[in-house]
């Protein structure tokens, strides 16, 4: 019973670099999402996909990139850290885009120095 | 902008004590509520609310949804430490695009023994 599996669990980038943090799901869930975590600020949703080769923008996306190019995946892609982006990311999924409860990742805690 | 409001932000009650903590909101087209409970990890599902006036129970702890006066309550009877955690309440917008769910900011419960 994997569920949802997040890699990895912390990353410390430099201003500028890249990387992808790795979301998998092996609940056959359609949809999947990611979020960021910030004190104060609640849970924010970043991106999301309501299915495989479809994705959308969510409340704070500038700065990430996703695909969805299985029903199993869905990396999330920082084109050029920034000290902002330091945050702990939660990648979420659930059964149906409407009516299901997301089933949440344990997090990747990302600090940009 | 959809708004979710949870109160308190922070609780220490004893081990044994009752607690209430309160989610307000303001969404368009509402589909549910959601409470979720955050230990140091990924939140967990506690309870999906669509229906107002309807009790959801599990063990020690209920939910309640008034969708005329757009609230929600989260009562934990008979605490233990195990409780202490952040519990979260999200709003479902009834629609497949845009941001999904709207999180509130928490609120952390503490239970001392």
């Known amino acids: 019973n994997a569920g949802v599996t997040q890699t990895p669990k912390f990353q410390v980038l430099k201003t500028g670099q890249s990387m992808t943090l790795q979301c998998a799901q092996d609940?056959?869930?359609?949809?999947m999402s990611w979020y960021r975590q910030d004190p104060g600020m609640g849970l924010r949703l970043i991106h999301y996909s309501v299915g495989a080769g479809i994705t959308d923008q969510g409340e704070v996306p500038n700065g990430y990139n996703v695909s969805r190019s299985t029903t199993e995946d869905f990396p999330l892609r920082l084109l050029s850290a920034a000290p902002s982006q330091t945050s702990v990311y939660f990648c979420?999924?659930?059964?149906?885009?409407?009516?299901?409860?997301?089933?949440f990742g344990n997090g990747t805690r990302l600090t940009v120095t | 902008e959809d708004k979710v409001v949870q109160s308190p932000l922070s609780l220490v009650v004893h081990e044994g004590d009752t607690v209430t903590l309160n989610c307000s909101y303001e969404?368009?087209?509402?589909?549910?509520l959601l409470w979720y409970k955050q230990e140091k990890k990924a939140p967990t599902f506690l309870f999906m609310l669509?229906?107002?006036?309807i009790e959801k129970k599990s063990g020690r702890l209920s939910s309640i949804l008034d969708k005329k006066e757009l609230f929600s309550i989260l009562n934990i009877t008979a605490t233990q430490t195990g409780d202490s955690a952040v519990y979260l309440c999200a709003v479902e917008r009834g629609e497949t695009s845009g941001s999904r769910l709207t999180f509130g900011e928490g609120t952390q419960l503490t239970v001392n023994p």
């Open positions: 609940m056959n869930h359609e949809y």
């Open positions: 969404v368009t087209n509402f589909r549910s």
């Open positions: 669509t229906s107002s006036g």
């Open positions: 979420a999924s659930s059964l149906t885009p409407l009516g299901s409860p997301l089933h």
